[in-house]
């Protein structure tokens, strides 16, 4: 659920009156705890035979997760690989001279990776290697470190360069998630924005509340976070320092302050303002304050996101008579329509390279997330759940998230970018919801 139009678009309601119901609905929402469960729900036919031999280890490890279950966990979340299980192995090989490629020939496995743990002190030091079975070559070898307190951030990290190794694309195991759960209702509610590993592990919040957190979105640095906050009584922009915690007012017009979506460089941010009167997207300078506006219409604007040139926007607007994607190739151009397949297509999320734009698409009665090939306007709905929102794409393009709903509760769920495979992020004990992929941090 976001504070933008698309709400009112859904029910054709003015939109001042969806507003109001929007905060109603937010205080409504029920309990959820902290931390996120992870179920996969589906895999893609096509993926890739891989074993994640459990690694060698010397020394004290600390307890909890092993460094290859991790590994593993994150391949098959992708869902892009099917790892073979441990008690399936024929050997459990820890370097080269044990890895035998007829046995994992035999058993139909595409890839092995082996390794080996030691600790020295606080430090656990991994040396990894990942075989092509059928080339019977080493694809990549290497060491990494990390504190014994942060086994997870070095396994993640593992998990990117296999990844990158056989993909050719980046990793995102090492990213974060930003999303929005609340605790109680009526006067008891209680809004946290938190912030997770994209398995929903060691979720932090960030900001506690009593009135609605809406629309989180990461810098492309990865250390602070945009957002919509009605503490004040009204919605309210601020930018959030995850590391010192401070923060700050970037837009507090009069009317509504909405829709934060940082500009590729971090140096400015597209706003939803209705401070002329009327909705529309203007460009905030974060470190002079100044604004541009950046549509002039009678309809309805909104929802901004920049395209992968860092100069072009895409935007929601019904001024063809109903909620449509529109692309800006610059401030001041005129703007091109993009969606067409249905009355209703909202919250324009494109991917990185330009390929693709994302979107919530109604068909019939269902609200589902669709893409657009931007070269030649292929549309094709890619969720097979009924109420979707609050889309957002992974930075390497190959992974989407949204809200939806499960048996009457609000989770997240990811699917690959083409739909072949899906897992959910359900909190343990009621809703969740806006989710916001964070970026890959060198």
Do not use: C
Request: proline letters at 6%; glycine letters at 8%; aromatic letters at 8%.
């Amino acid at each position: 659920m976001t504070l933008n139009a698309h709400d009112s678009y859904r029910q054709g309601f003015p939109f001042t009156t969806a507003l109001a119901a929007l905060v109603v609905l937010m205080l409504l929402a029920s309990q959820a705890r902290a931390e996120l469960l992870i179920r996969i729900t589906e895999g893609a036919d096509s993926a890739i035979p891989i074993s994640v031999v459990p690694f060698a280890e010397s020394g004290a490890m600390p307890a909890g997760d092993k460094v290859s279950s991790i590994v593993q966990a994150d391949l098959t979340m992708s869902g892009e690989f099917r790892p073979l299980e441990p008690s399936r192995m024929l050997s459990l090989p820890s370097q080269r001279s044990e890895v035998y490629f007829r046995d994992w020939r035999l058993l139909g496995q595409r890839y092995v990776l082996v390794g080996q743990l030691n600790r020295s002190g606080d430090r656990i030091e991994a040396r990894y290697e990942l075989f092509d079975v059928n080339r019977e070559e080493r694809i990549l070898g290497e060491t990494a470190g990390a504190p014994a307190s942060n086994v997870r951030t070095l396994a993640h990290h593992i998990s990117d360069r296999v990844y990158e190794a056989i993909t050719g694309d980046p990793g995102v195991f090492s990213t974060k998630l930003a999303y929005v759960t609340v605790t109680g209702d009526g006067d008891n509610a209680r809004y946290r924005l938190h912030v997770s590993d994209v398995d929903g592990k060691r979720s932090r919040i960030r900001l506690e509340s009593r009135e609605p957190i809406l629309s989180p979105a990461w810098s492309p640095d990865g250390k602070q976070l945009a957002y919509v906050s009605f503490e004040t009584g009204k919605p309210v922009v601020f930018v959030h320092e995850l590391a010192s915690g401070n923060r700050r007012k970037v837009a507090d017009f009069p009317g509504l302050n909405s829709a934060p979506a940082w500009s590729p460089d971090g140096k400015s941010m597209l706003l939803t303002l209705s401070k002329d009167g009327n909705a529309e997207i203007y460009r905030l300078d974060i470190a002079s304050g100044n604004l541009t506006r950046m549509t002039n219409h009678w309809a309805i604007d909104t929802e901004g996101a920049w395209d992968h040139t860092g100069r072009g926007i895409y935007f929601t607007s019904d001024r063809s008579g109903g909620p449509q994607i529109y692309h800006m190739e610059r401030a001041g151009a005129e703007p091109r329509r993009i969606t067409f397949g249905s009355r209703y297509n909202a919250r324009p999320r494109p991917d990185a390279r330009g390929e693709y734009v994302y979107y919530v698409h109604q068909r019939e009665r269902a609200f589902h997330i669709a893409r657009t090939n931007l070269k030649n306007g292929e549309e094709s709905v890619i969720t097979r759940t009924e109420s979707d929102e609050s889309p957002s794409v992974s930075p390497n393009g190959r992974l989407l998230i949204y809200a939806t709903q499960q048996n009457g509760t609000s989770v997240l769920t990811v699917v690959s970018a083409n739909g072949g495979a899906a897992y959910s992020l359900p909190a343990s004990d009621g809703d969740v919801r806006e989710p916001a992929w964070g970026p890959i941090v060198r």
